[in-house]
């Protein structure tokens, strides 16, 4: 460890957590002294990457690839055979055993006493602490039973392609957007059903109901409100309608790629219902794995189109960016000869100029001599320096310029 953590420039305990995280074994304390000392020590073999699982690790903190399924139909992996019996064993799955305390020791919610856990690696559950336990207890029984068939449900990777669709509590959803501010999980809760990724989220439903203003704030249901003796009460204690937690779940599971969502529900009738019918719904949520699977492929289509698009789109610019270049340093050029060009003529103007008048005033007085010497040093002074080889070696050609 300390010599390959070097080589990646981190600390070996750094290391480690990689390690554990891809699933690679490594030595266990006192490996390399009991070799050292000749002993023979077991030596652990790579285990096979499943579907969702992070097949490698970027030093710098960037995208790392997920394992796909190598064919959807083939049939259950040796290693998710073995994963199907270790979740045979009743008890609870891993990512229920001790996901209950994070949530009771969370906020609330805005509106219904939703529950927000401070801890963002955790099954994706949206419930009150009243459902909190039922909720626990039908996500442990669906995830063991789709274990059991050969089918993991793991928290998926950070960069893994799975878009959770905005989780909307009511019963009846209406075009009016509800603005409660709802946990969501960092990493979701992933199924992945032959090598396709079904997100997976359980939340209580709310259900509108006829309240009363209590007073401070506080509403309570119209079956339970009291209204004070005296009519005059009336206009203190309003009627409204609200969405209130009702104690029965939904299942939703989800799966995307780009643009292209799939998503469907299940909803209890009554609260516990799940609980009795757990073998149905995971038939239900595992024979949907063909809509998810089009979904993904879909999405991948477009996002292959998209990117070629783009490309195009790029390889465009970049045509359109090297003519605009070519016309600057043309012209910039033209530019430059064209003003050699025209020193070059107003020095032969000047100089066939000064000649000629040189010649009218051999017979002029000393005086007309002095005045035209000094004129003609005026006019060489105005037009500058004559061009010179120089000059023309330092022009440059368009091809030059770039």
Known sequence: MLKIAKEFGVSSS??????????VPRPERGYWARIAAGQRAPKADLPEALPGDEISWNPGGGGVAIQGPTDARLETT???RRTAAKASLKGPHDLIATAKPHFLAGNLSREGNYLKPAKRNLVDLVVTTESLDPALSLANELFNAFERKGHRVILAALNESVCRPEVDTRDTP???????????????????VNGTPIGLTIFEITEATAMRYKGDGEYVKEADFVMPKGAHWEQFHWRSVKDIPSGRLCLQAYSSYYTAQWSRQWKERHPGDFLKKVTALVKEVIACEAEAAEAIATGKQRAEAEDMRWKAQQEQWRREELQRKREEAEKASRNELETLLVRCERWDRLDRLIEAVTMQAADASDESKARLDMLIDAAKRIEGRR????DFLAWKTPHERG
Not at 175 to 188: D, E, I, T, V
């Open 174 to 192: 209406t075009k009016q957007p509800s603005y409660n501010n709802l946990w969501g999980p960092a990493r979701k809760t992933v199924l992945y």
């Open 78 to 80: 040796v290693a998710a």
């Open 387 to 390: 061009p010179t080889l120089e």
């Open 14 to 23: 750094y290391l480690a957590r990689v390690c554990t995280r891809l699933n």
